[in-house]
């Protein structure tokens, strides 16, 4: 089984730019498809982005589009969210999940207007 470890989160001001780590522990993501989740209070934890490592092909929620960017890099066997032009709206406990397995511990992400 593959442990995730995440970082980066913070407070940023409404507009800027904050980036995402999910590192795996223990085994490479291999095959696996690698999602981006977040939950503000008194919310539905949503969608955010997806990975397939096999073949890097991504998927955003429309909320995000123009303005996200999920990325892998294998050495460090590590997947990125790249946060632009941040809204109040992104304001959250992030979470990085392996499509059908393990969950992050979460991150937040706090965006001020």
């Known amino acids: 089984q593959v442990q995730l470890v995440e970082s980066g989160g913070g407070l940023v001001q409404a507009g800027g730019s904050l980036r995402l780590s999910c590192t795996a522990s223990?085994?490479?993501?291999?095959?696996?498809?690698i999602e981006w989740y977040r939950q503000a209070p008194g919310k539905e934890r949503e969608f955010v982005a997806r990975i397939r490592w096999s073949d890097d092909i991504t998927y955003y929620v429309n909320s995000v589009k123009g303005r996200f960017t999920i990325s892998r890099d294998s050495a460090k066997k590590t997947v990125y969210l790249q946060m632009n032009s941040l809204k109040s709206e992104d304001t959250g406990i992030y979470y990085c999940?392996?499509?059908?397995?393990?969950w992050g511990q979460g991150t937040q992400v706090t965006v001020s207007s």
């Open positions: 223990g085994r490479t993501f291999s095959s696996y498809i």
């Open positions: 999940h392996i499509l059908g397995g393990s």
